[in-house]
């Protein structure tokens, strides 16, 4: 067919594997890394994306990968290391922070959120601050951070229950803030979904929202708009 590409034609950006296809120059492009999401997969099709990144000697980040599957990995593979609160695999790269993105949550049952979101922003090279368990209950909390959350570039906040912490550090700062509300709550918290709602009518202009708990794809967010400011 006239003006159909062909797979010769983009070898150079990626990466055919039986099972998967790799964008092997996705941070060229976009400025993100593609993240291999680990859920669902089988250890065997894990360890054949990882071969193909090491040998196109591409970036290795894994998200939702637990510790049994990581553990096969880092026994395969020379380099990689494993965060297990962040549950992410990844080989280090030596890169250099710049800017400041603040992670801000909710409650400490928002760990796993917050963990990844740090550690995709200190890969993909910013420097990030966590500030955890500032919830409205206890809003005073947050009291002590104001300083900090306005020389950020951008603010990240994890929330569950009726997700309402980002409108109100949406008020506080000049910056976007990027709401990620938490599967985290009793009853009616409905898996994150009243999270969800909160966070899309949010009163603060500023406040806008991912997926519940993506936080990975938050992190990527923030940081282009924390590498933008930088320029």
Known sequence: MKGRVKKSDI???????????LDIKRRERTGIIEAVYAEYKSIE?????????????APVFITRID???????ISKFRGLMYN???RICYLPEKRKGVGLVSVVSAGTSDSLYVE????????LGNNAKKIVDVGVAGIHRLAPY??????SSAVIVIAGMEGALPSLIGGLVN???IAVPSPVGYGVSYGGYAALMGMLSSCAPNVTVVNIGNTFG??????????????
């Open 84 to 86: 297990r609160e962040a």
């Open 11 to 21: 070898s150079h950006l990626v990466e055919y594997i039986s099972h998967s296809a």
């Open 67 to 73: 510790e049994e599957k990581a553990k096969i990995l």
């Open 218 to 231: 938050a992190a990527c967010v923030a940081s282009l708009i924390n590498h933008m400011r930088g320029r």
């Open 45 to 57: 099709k894990l360890s054949d994306i990882v071969k193909s990144l090491f040998k196109r000697r």
């Open 116 to 123: 990844e979101a740090y550690q995709t922003l200190l890969y």
């Open 175 to 177: 910056v976007p803030v």
């Open 146 to 151: 104001i300083k900090v959350l306005r020389r």
